[in-house]
């Protein structure tokens, strides 16, 4: 069984990160820190059944060094990519350094799209060989993953969960401890069984049944306002209470959104998270 689980969200804002270069809006000059927020992503951290040190990371925006230094990460032994948008991939670059103190290569996942644009815009890491120069690149070993087909890593299983970003099928994860036989374990540990849908507009029917029993939900609410590729807040919260998970965490915000003014309004069980929160 593993051990020491802690799940953090280590950004929560949207592409442009809280505070917005060039805005002087209440929310991008807010002193409250819970609205200052970096791209999303987030991270598990825990001990494998023989005790070794896990971390998992859930996306790699760009501002995952600055994340990781407030954080202390230290090592990363897998990436779930979602999607391939630039605020959820751009950190790649930096992960060579876990390499480094590891010396070992980094495993990403994603479905084919995602990994197929990865090594369009990491030629570099994906390619060495093509470099003018000798350089230190990260060192990644791509698998690929498809909705419904469920995995194991380090003794958690994990589904990806097909969702919609607009017209753009992306992956959300419902995460869980393991059995013996690859099924879930019973009694799950501390926020799981969890499920991280960022970056979501609608969920097809397909996904639906795996997203009930959930103890902790991660979902996306961007603004008040209609947008064609986020929940609003008003959608984010009927998928919630129609999903039903005894906590409900929401992330990727916009600087539409002040926290000491939104949260309180939010119905029971449901929180707007902030950068660093411990689930």
Same mark, same amino acid.
């Given at each position: 069984?593993?051990?020491?689980?802690?799940?953090v969200?280590?950004?929560?804002?949207?592409?442009?990160?809280?505070?917005?270069?060039?805005?002087?809006?209440?929310?991008?000059?807010s002193?409250?820190?819970?609205?200052?927020?970096?791209r999303?992503?987030?991270?598990?951290?825990?001990?494998?059944?023989?005790?070794?040190?896990?971390?998992?990371?859930?996306?790699?925006?760009?501002?995952?060094?600055?994340?990781?230094?407030?954080?202390?990460?230290?090592?990363?032994?897998?990436?779930?990519?979602?999607?391939?948008?630039?605020?959820?991939?751009?950190?790649?670059?930096?992960?060579?350094r876990?390499?480094?103190?590891?010396?070992?290569?980094?495993?990403?996942?994603?479905?084919?799209?995602?990994?197929?644009?990865?090594?369009?815009?990491?030629?570099?890491?994906?390619?060495?060989?093509?470099?003018?120069?000798?350089s230190?690149?990260?060192?990644?070993?791509?698998?690929?993953?498809? =909705?419904?087909?469920?995995?194991?890593?380090? $003794? #958690? %299983?994990?589904?990806? +969960?097909?969702? @919609?970003?607009? *017209?753009?099928?992306?992956l959300?994860?419902?995460?869980?401890?393991?059995?013996?036989d690859?099924?879930?374990?019973?009694?799950?540990?501390?926020?799981?069984?969890?499920?991280?849908?960022?970056?979501?507009?609608?969920?097809? =029917?397909?996904?639906?049944?795996?997203?009930? $029993? #959930? %103890?902790?939900?991660? +979902?996306?609410? @961007?603004?008040? *306002?209609?947008?064609?590729?986020?929940?609003?807040?008003?959608?984010?919260?009927?998928?919630?209470?129609?999903?039903?998970?005894?906590?409900?965490?929401?992330?990727?915000?916009?600087?539409?959104?002040?926290h000491?003014?939104?949260?309180?309004?939010?119905?029971?069980?449901?929180? #707007?998270?902030?950068?660093?929160?411990?689930?």
């Open positions: 069984m593993i051990g020491d689980l802690e799940v969200l280590c950004g929560t804002g949207t592409s442009s990160g809280i505070p917005i270069i060039g805005c002087r809006c209440a929310v991008c000059t002193e409250d820190w819970r609205d200052r927020r970096t999303c992503g987030a991270c598990l951290r825990f001990r494998d059944a023989e005790g070794h040190p896990r971390m998992i990371l859930l996306d790699c925006p760009p501002d995952h060094r600055e994340q990781a230094l407030q954080l202390g990460l230290d090592r990363c032994d897998a990436i779930l990519f979602t999607h391939s948008h630039v605020d959820h991939v751009f950190g790649l670059d930096d992960v060579r876990y390499n480094a103190v590891q010396k070992s290569p980094i495993e990403i996942l994603g479905d084919r799209g995602t990994l197929e644009e990865l090594e369009r815009m990491f030629r570099h890491v994906f390619r060495p060989h093509e470099n003018v120069n000798v230190f690149v990260a060192s990644l070993l791509a698998t690929e993953v498809r =909705p419904g087909e469920a995995f194991e890593r380090f $003794g #958690l %299983r994990i589904e990806p +969960l097909p969702l @919609l970003h607009g *017209r753009l099928p992306i959300g994860y419902r995460i869980e401890v393991a059995g013996d690859g099924d879930p374990a019973g009694g799950q540990p501390g926020p799981f069984p969890l499920a991280y849908c960022t970056d979501v507009s609608a969920i097809p =029917p397909e996904a639906w049944p795996r997203l009930t $029993g #959930l %103890r902790t939900l991660v +979902l996306d609410m @961007l603004r008040p *306002r209609q947008h064609p590729t986020h929940f609003t807040v008003d959608q984010a919260i009927e998928t919630a209470e129609r999903i039903g998970a005894s906590r409900t965490w929401f992330l990727h915000m916009s600087h539409e959104i002040r000491a003014e939104v949260d309180p309004t939010l119905p029971p069980g449901m929180r #707007l998270a902030w950068d660093g929160i411990r689930l």
